[in-house]
């Protein structure tokens, strides 16, 4: 993908709806699994030092990354993703690095992430890649009954 072709910026709270839409589409959300994609939990994170970074290719939003205040020296980073038919070429790398670069200057010191491997593994790999360490792992109970392990990462900015 052209670099010039491909911007990442912050989405304002009015700009929301647009986000949730393709989050529903990059997690296969349907309406009655979707206690994740309300707006009034995303503004709720917006409004604790949230930062929703939009990656726009052309103008269009097909790739996003979103997180909120933990404590001071903390920023975790809750949710995000890229649409399917723009994957494997670097959106989430770059929506990664400007999320980091953002979070040095407002001076965190640390970036924290969860995910589940058994159901992210290009999530969970790109992370390790990405100097993040595991630490720690926990049961979670899924909607259907099943339990997976989640992993908690984090790194030093
Ligand atoms: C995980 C995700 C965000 C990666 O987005 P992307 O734009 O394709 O990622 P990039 O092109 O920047 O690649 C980043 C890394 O992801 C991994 N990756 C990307 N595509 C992959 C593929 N087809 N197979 C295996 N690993 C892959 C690699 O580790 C890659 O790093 P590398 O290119 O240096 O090898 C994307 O696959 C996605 O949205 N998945 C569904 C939602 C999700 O998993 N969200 C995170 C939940 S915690």
Do not use: C
Request: no cysteine; aromatic share 12%.
């Amino acid at each position: 993908m052209e670099n010039n072709r491909l911007k990442i910026r912050e989405i304002s709270k009015v700009e929301i709806p647009d986000a949730i839409k393709i989050s529903r589409i990059i997690f296969n959300s349907t309406d009655d699994n979707d206690k994740y994609h309300t707006q009034s939990l995303w503004e709720e994170k917006l409004n604790r030092d949230g930062i929703l970074l939009g990656a726009y290719l052309d103008g269009v939003l097909i790739g996003y990354k979103f997180g909120y205040r933990e404590d001071s020296e903390t920023f975790h980073s809750w949710m995000g993703g890229v649409l399917e038919e723009y994957r494997g070429q670097k959106v989430a790398t770059e929506l990664l690095h400007f999320q980091e670069k953002l979070l040095q200057s407002r001076g965190y010191k640390y970036v924290t992430v969860n995910t589940v491997k058994s159901k992210y593994p290009n999530m969970f790999n790109f992370l390790l890649k990405q100097g993040y360490i595991v630490e720690s792992t926990s049961e979670q109970k899924e909607l259907d009954g099943s339990v997976v392990t989640k992993s908690s990462f984090k790194r030093a900015l």
